[in-house]
């Protein structure tokens, strides 16, 4: 069974970065698909990146297209998000999930589709 646990979340300033975490332990196949979704306070979850294990095709939503990157490090099961420029509506739990078996590579961040998730790390933006 695949495990996921986040990590690299805290209280940042505006403008700030961080790196977020996410260890696999189990297993990430050629055709998994991991990705990084967000709850703010009062609001639902939604999805924000996604990236194909097999040839690290990312997809990002558009609020954050400019300052989220995603990537992976296979040989440590590790996948990554660098969040820049940090706004604070960037306040949320960051999860991250995997779907083990999408190939070809679809940039879906459809909830329903992601097999495993994390427990969650909080990520505060204030000064």
Do not use: H, M
Not at 69 to 86: A, C, F
Not at 105 to 114: K, T
């Amino acid at each position: 069974q695949v495990q996921l646990v986040e990590s690299g979340g805290g209280l940042v300033q505006p403008g700030g970065s961080l790196r977020l975490s996410c260890a696999a332990s189990g297993f990430i196949l050629e055709s998994s698909v991991i990705a990084w979704f967000r709850q703010a306070p009062g609001k639902e979850r939604g999805g924000v990146s996604s990236i194909s294990a097999s040839d690290r095709r990312t997809y990002y939503v558009d609020s954050v297209k400019d300052r989220f990157t995603i990537s992976i490090d296979k040989p440590r099961e590790t996948v990554y998000l660098q969040i820049n420029s940090v706004k604070p509506e960037d306040t949320a739990v960051y999860y991250c999930a995997i779907d083990l078996v999408r190939y070809p590579y679809r940039s879906s961040l459809d909830e329903d589709e992601y097999d495993y998730w994390g427990q969650g790390t909080q990520v505060t933006v204030s000064s």
